[in-house]
T-cell receptor
Framework: QKEVEQNSGPLSVPEGAIASLNCTYS??????FFWYRQYSGKSPELIMS????GDKEDGRFTAQLNKASQYVSLLIRDSQPSDSATYLC???????????FGSGTRLSIRP | DAMVIQNPRYQVTQFGKPVTLSCSQT?????MYWYQQKSSQAPKLLFH???????NEADTPDNFQSRRPNTSFCFLDIRSPGLGDAAMYLC???????????FGSGTQLSVL
């Protein structure tokens, strides 16, 4: 099992709809989780971080964490064409000594 | 106000010719990371430093080395680049272990 797993997509969502991105992780002791957005040819930029079970909202973005299921998700409401990018899930691994990334989900927002 | 700066943005080298990529930060972060990212793949961790403590991933090729002479600077040396080393190299910093990462703009390496 990979440390951090994501569905690679592509995920196509109509403009204005909700995009749902999912991620699972293998290290039960992980305490922090991150969602990064990466445009083609650019470096990742942090969208959300979440540390506690439940939901965390920031504007159009909501991160959800379920530590019992080792599952973290990102919801994007009112999807815009500018949201079209690859979304990377990341988590510490091996006693927080390093941050490991999932392979990313490519999201496409169609007008 | 760039906080993590990578130079150069694009680097072209010849097969087997040593190359050095540089990274500097103004955040005074303890942790610095080097990731390699190939097209449509996840960033792959090569090394990380916690202060001066160096951590090498088990599957990082010996061809890759790193230096961190002080808190602000970190270098990635590729001793004999092969065609398979063509990738985006990302430098990132973190305030502590397991904390969110701040990325530089990356260096796109081409090997001819």
């Amino acid at each position: 099992q990979k440390e951090v797993e994501q569905n690679s997509g592509p995920l196509s969502v109509p403009e204005g709809a909700i995009a749902s991105l999912n991620c699972t992780y293998s290290d039960r002791v992980s305490q922090s989780f991150f969602w990064y957005r990466q445009y083609s040819g650019k470096s990742p930029e942090l969208i959300m971080s979440i540390y506690s079970n439940g939901d965390k909202e920031d504007g159009r973005f909501t991160a959800q964490l379920n530590k019992a299921s080792q599952y973290v998700s990102l919801l994007i409401r009112d999807s815009q064409p500018s949201d079209s990018a690859t979304y990377l899930c990341a988590a510490p691994y091996s006693s927080a000594s390093k941050i490991i990334f999932g392979s990313g989900t490519r999201l496409s927002i169609r007008p | 106000d760039a906080m993590v700066i990578q130079n150069p943005r694009y680097q072209v080298t010849q097969f087997g010719k040593p190359v050095t990529l540089s990274c500097s930060q103004t955040l005074n972060h303890n942790v610095m990371y080097w990731y390699q990212q190939k097209s449509s793949q996840a960033p792959k961790l090569l090394f990380h430093y916690y202060d001066k403590d160096f951590n090498n991933e088990a599957d990082t090729p010996d061809n890759f080395q790193s230096r961190r002479p002080n808190t602000s600077f970190c270098f990635l040396d590729i001793r004999s680049p092969g065609l398979g080393d063509a990738a985006m190299y990302l430098c990132a910093t973190g305030g502590g272990l397991g904390e969110k990462l701040f990325f530089g703009s990356g260096t796109q390496l081409s090997v001819l």
